[in-house]
């Protein structure tokens, strides 16, 4: 059965870093697309970043230049290493993947989440 687990959440204050981990079990990684998406309380989920399986790598606009993604196959993880956290990065963090090799606008597995809060 294909899974996914994040990892990595917690309490950081304002200016601090992070590193979430995407683990998947039941499937190889090599062959799929990983996404990173958030929900903040109230508001509606957000795309954060994507990976495709040849490493070609997405952004958005909120967290370019703070958030980087990475995936390490021989670990079947995905991270995403986040700098310069702020209070509106509270949320918490989804990791899920489509049926394709390619990021993409519809994804079929999801990770339960991991809460992220930036606090002083």
């Known amino acids: 059965q294909l899974q996914l687990m994040e990892s990595g959440g917690g309490l950081v204050q304002p200016g601090g870093t992070l590193r979430l981990s995407c683990a998947a079990s039941?499937?190889?990684?090599?062959?799929?697309?990983i996404g990173w998406f958030r929900q903040a309380p109230g508001k509606g989920r957000e795309v954060l970043s994507c990976?495709?399986?040849?490493?070609?790598?997405y952004y958005g606009d909120s967290v370019k230049g703070r958030f980087t993604i990475s995936r390490d196959n021989a670990k079947n993880t995905v991270y995403l290493q986040m700098n310069s956290l702020k209070p509106d990065d509270t949320a918490v963090y989804y990791c899920a993947a489509p049926k394709t090799r390619y990021c993409t606008n519809e994804y079929n597995y999801w990770g339960q989440g991991t809460q992220v809060t930036v606090s002083s």
């Open positions: 990976i495709s399986s040849d490493g070609t790598t």
């Open positions: 039941g499937f190889t990684l090599d062959y799929y697309a």
